[in-house]
């Protein structure tokens, strides 16, 4: 069953990885027999080919591949041609006490005994996020890039590494996600020039209403197929979107200005105090005044 939208939002606010290992691998003969492991290994293949098992299905990684091999899955690599390149990274999506302790394992689910097999990290990048076993994008070469400047920075780990790591493996998860987001939904990527445009014109222009015939002008689409495109790419309607720019604004009036209210709801574009309270408490749940003691601590 596919994750909720909520489910996504929460893991992707508390993922906090951490490398456990990063290797330029080589090698012109590639097996390794039947394991699991009990974190996530990401794997870029930059030359050769190789052929492995991942629980019943077979597959074959040709270069620009990336491969993701998941917690507590059975896999095996069946061989490779001619001379394998394989930077690859073990991690943890999720920042855990025992993450020091934790070894790379090279044994069946079988053959762990009951401690180990504890150590299996929840798979949350497939079963949340979706993401396959074999991922192939477009721009795939930056994937590689960085993990190139992770292997580099963990070969010379000093006290700041902790926080590049967690940097690094962020950036190449959102990319393999922008990726495969692009693939699905491939009539979005048709017009993304287009819908960042519009969305940086609503960004641009809080403090006015933009009506929906003069967005979609812009973009050169009918109103109901901008609208539509809009709120699949950004989750929100044009609308819903103007609205949340313009309570954002006024956070930061009431936070940092200390402005009067009547003030800061002129100023995000609604005609009256009363107006802009009733579309805050509705984003919100809080009216305006209570946000700002709230803040204070009063």
């Avoid at 490398?19 to 050769?48: C, Q, S």
């Avoid at 990274?89 to 053959?111: G, L, Q, W, Y």
């Avoid at 044009?238 to 100023?267: C, D, N, V, W």
């Amino acid at each position: 069953m596919a994750a909720t939208a909520d489910a996504v939002r929460e893991l992707l606010r508390q993922m906090s990885p951490n490398v456990r290992r990063a290797w330029n691998h080589r090698t012109v003969d590639m097996k390794l027999k039947p394991r699991i492991i009990f974190d996530y290994e990401l794997l870029y293949l930059e030359k050769g080919e190789l052929y492995l098992r991942i629980e019943n299905r077979l597959h074959t990684l040709v270069p620009g591949d990336l491969l993701l091999l998941k917690p507590g899955i059975e896999h095996e690599f069946l061989g490779s041609s001619g001379e394998c390149w394989m930077p690859h990274i073990h991690f943890d999506v999720m920042d855990d006490a025992s993450f020091e302790a934790v070894p790379v394992n090279f044994k069946t689910r079988a053959e762990c005994s009951e401690a180990e097999a504890r150590l299996i990290r929840p798979n949350h990048l497939g079963d949340v996020l979706g993401m396959p076993d074999v991922i192939r994008i477009g721009g795939h070469g930056e994937v590689h890039r960085l993990l190139m400047k992770l292997i580099h920075a963990y070969d010379r780990r000093d006290e700041t590494f902790i926080v590049l790591q967690k940097s690094l493996v962020l950036h190449i998860l959102h990319l393999l996600l922008k990726g495969l987001e692009a693939q699905h939904k491939a009539h979005l990527s048709l017009h993304e020039k287009t819908l960042e445009q519009a969305v940086t014109y609503i960004v641009d222009h809080y403090n006015r209403t933009i009506s929906l015939e003069e967005l979609s002008r812009q973009a050169c689409l009918s109103v109901f197929h901008f609208s539509r495109l809009f709120k699949e790419k950004y989750g929100l309607s044009p609308h819903q979107f103007q609205i949340r720019q313009r309570i954002e604004k006024s956070k930061s009036f009431m936070i940092y200005g200390r402005r009067s209210l009547t003030s800061i709801a002129e100023e995000v574009g609604y005609g009256s105090v009363y107006a802009f309270s009733k579309a805050f408490k509705q984003a919100e749940g809080v009216s305006p005044r209570q946000y700002i003691r709230a803040y204070l601590g009063e």
